[in-house]
C-alpha cells in the first residue's frame, strides 16, 4: 500500500486508528480457550481470537499490528496463528494496512531475510526496524515498491531515555541523529518512524526534523499516552499518523463479549480521530 492509498483510507473511515494484536495465550478468555473443539490447540486459540477482534474492529480501524513476539513465544503453534491472521486480513480486509511488530535488524544478509520473510513469504505492508546498525542494516528492507519501514525513533517505554535522548556536545539527540541521517536513506513515501505517545511534546521536535514523515504511535490507551496531544503536536496535513491501541482495546474484556467490547473502544477512538481529522 502506498502513501496516497494509505491517506484516502483515512480520510474515508475517518480514522487513523492501528488495532495491536498482541495475542498473550495467557490473556484469551475462557469462552476461546474452553471450547471443546479447540481444546489444548493453541494455534486455533490464538486465531479465533483474532478473528473475532478482526472482525469486531475493522470498521473503526484502517491497520493492524501483530507484535511476532506474542506469535513466536509459542513456537510453531503461535507462527501457524500468525500465518492465518494473514490470510484472514487479506482475504476478508485487504484495504487494510498490516504491519509485522517485528522490530529487525542485522548486518546486511540478514536483513535481506528479514525482509524477504515479511515482505515475500507473507506479503506485508510494513515491518518495523530497529536502526541501531545503521544503513546496510536498514536498506534491505527498502528495496520493495510499495512496503515501508517503521524505524524505531522515541519509544514509549521509560528505558528509552537510556539512550535515546542522550546528547552529543552540540546538544542534538540520539533520536534527532537516527531521524536525520535515515532520511538519507529512504523517503516519506518508504520509511515511518515509531514515536510513543507518551513523548507528548517531543512531536513537536521531531516534526522540525521529520514534517512529512508518518509516524507510528503507540502507548495510546494502556500506556497513558494522549491521542490530543499526540495531533497537537503530530499530525500534519494528510494525517501522518498511524495511533495504535493494543491492550486497550484487545483485553477490555475478558468475558463473552470481548469482542463487542473491542468493537466499542475501538469505535471511541476512532470518532476522537474523526474530530482530529475534522479540524485538519
Known amino acids: 500500500m502506498n502513501r496516497k492509498e494509505l491517506v484516502e483510507q483515512i480520510f474515508a473511515k475517518k480514522s487513523f486508528l492501528c488495532v495491536g494484536l498482541d495475542t498473550d495465550i495467557n490473556k484469551l478468555p475462557k469462552c476461546i480457550t474452553e471450547g471443546e473443539e479447540i481444546q489444548g490447540a493453541e494455534a486455533e486459540m490464538m486465531f ?76 506485508l505492508d510494513s515491518v518495523t526496524v530497529a536502526p541501531y546498525m545503521g544503513e546496510d542494516s536498514v536498506k534491505p528492507f527498502l528495496e520493495y515498491d510499495g512496503k515501508w519501514v517503521i524505524l524505531l525513533a522515541l519509544t514509549s517505554n521509560k528505558g528509552s531515555h537510556d539512550f535515546q535522548l542522550t546528547e552529543d556536545k552540540e546538544g542534538e539527540r540520539l533520536f534527532e541523529k537516527v531521524l536525520k541521517k535515515s532520511q538519507e536513506w529512504g523517503n516519506d513515501e518508504n520509511m515511518m518512524y515509531v514515536v510513543g505517545a507518551t513523548q507528548g511534546q517531543m512531536f513537536e521536535d521531531i516534526r522540525k526534523v521529520a514534517p512529512n514523515h508518518f509516524l507510528l504511535v503507540p502507548g495510546v490507551g494502556a500506556q497513558g499516552g494522549s491521542l490530543q496531544e499526540v495531533c497537537k503536536y503530530g499530525i500534519i496535513k494528510d494525517c501522518g499518523l498511524l495511533v495504535n491501541s493494543s491492550r486497550g482495546i484487545i483485553y477490555a474484556s475478558n468475558g463473552d463479549d470481548f469482542a463487542e467490547v473491542a468493537g466499542q473502544k475501538a469505535k471511541e477512538l476512532q470518532e476522537e480521530m474523526a474530530a482530529e481529522l475534522a479540524k485538519l
Open 48 to 123: 479465533k481470537f483474532n478473528q473475532a477482534i478482526i472482525d469486531a474492529t475493522a470498521p473503526y480501524c484502517v491497520a493492524y499490528k501483530p507484535n511476532l513476539a506474542f506469535y513466536e513465544s509459542r513456537g510453531i503453534d503461535g507462527m501457524i496463528a500468525f500465518e492465518n491472521t494473514i490470510k484472514y486480513l487479506k482475504s476478508h480486509y485487504p484495504n487494510h494496512f498490516i504491519i509485522a511488530d517485528a522490530k529487525r535488524g542485522d548486518i546486511g544478509n540478514t536483513s535481506k531475510m528479514y525482509a524477504q520473510t515479511f515482505f515475500e513469504e507473507y506479503n
